[in-house]
């Protein structure tokens, strides 16, 4: 995969680079908090950050005044393992360098994203780097596996905290993670093992449903495809699937099935 530059025009459609907003108090916290010794960690909101007279500055000029809070995903990476939308910006800056895997929300087919869609971008330590609502993005990558990443990840208030009540009723309700945070996984991923919605076409669905199954014997799975596989559906106990073209009608049906065999979070 070829790595861009947050500077590359290739950059424009994903976000923008910001300058003038002072950070150094910001990453001087950062470095403080330790890599965990396994993978990543992600925090919301950490006070060690919002205590710090910058944050003022992000308020003001970052959110124009909205509520917002600073957080940070910090650890080592170097996977695609789910992709997230939020309704608003997220503001990315790197105690390092680190790499953002982006791609946009249009490319979504039909509920689907070609990863090969999905572009790299490098983004250099101190820079300020907005993340457009529209793009979609999650854990950054190391460029140096000895020293891993601190990324501050600046959002609205409340934003990647916990899920509101879901009724089901509107097809995007599948991918609501937590609060303003829509989420695609991959089926190899953590985040799946609660349960996933697989719309991938023809063998590459069914290959993603086996994989799932074989990876995580109790998730719930709603299967849309192109080939009619319901007996294999049958034979990997999948909750609920749907032969396209479908109707609104059936997808609804769909959702409700699968959200009625989905216990609460936390079970």
């Known amino acids: 995969m070829k790595i861009y530059s947050v500077y590359d025009a290739e950059f424009v459609r994903y976000?923008?680079?910001?300058?003038?907003?002072?950070?150094?108090?910001?990453?001087?916290?950062?470095?403080?908090?330790?890599?965990?010794?396994?993978?990543t960690a992600y925090e919301p909101s950490i006070a060690a950050l919002e205590?710090?007279?910058?944050?003022?500055?992000?308020?003001?000029?970052?959110?124009?005044?909205?509520?917002?809070?600073?957080?940070?995903?910090w650890g080592r990476n170097t996977k695609l393992n789910c992709l997230e939308y939020h309704r608003d910006s997220e503001f990315n800056l790197g105690l390092g360098d680190f790499i953002l895997l982006l791609a946009k929300q249009d490319e979504i087919e039909n509920g689907v994203l070609d990863t090969a869609k999905v572009k790299a971008f490098r983004a250099p330590a101190g820079v300020l780097v907005e993340v457009y609502a529209t793009t979609l993005h999650y854990a950054p990558c190391h460029t140096d596996k000895e020293t891993g990443f601190r990324v501050l990840v600046a959002l609205p208030r409340g934003t990647n905290t916990a899920k509101p009540a879901l009724r089901g009723v509107s097809p995007e309700d599948k991918y609501l993670a937590a609060c303003n945070k829509w989420l695609l996984a991959h089926p190899e991923s953590a985040e799946a093992k609660s349960g996933a919605v697989i719309a991938l076409r023809g063998v590459a669905g069914l290959n993603a449903a086996e994989h799932l199954r074989s990876l995580y014997p109790?998730?719930?799975?709603?299967?849309?495809?192109?080939?009619?596989?319901?007996?294999?559906?049958?034979?990997?106990?999948?909750?609920?699937?749907?032969?396209?073209?479908v109707t609104e009608e059936a997808f609804r049906q769909g959702l409700s099935v699968w959200f009625e065999k989905t216990p609460p979070a936390g079970i």
């Not at 109790?218 to 073209?245: G, Q, T």
């Open 51 to 73: 205590t710090c007279e910058a944050f003022a500055d992000y308020r003001a000029s970052v959110f124009g005044g909205m509520p917002g809070q600073l957080g940070m995903c």
């Open 218 to 245: 109790a998730c719930r799975i709603l299967w849309c495809s192109d080939v009619d596989f319901s007996l294999h559906a049958f034979r990997l106990r999948v909750d609920h699937f749907l032969l396209e073209p």
């Open 15 to 39: 976000g923008r680079v910001h300058s003038g907003i002072e950070s150094a108090v910001l990453l001087r916290e950062m470095e403080k908090i330790p890599l965990p010794e396994i993978g």
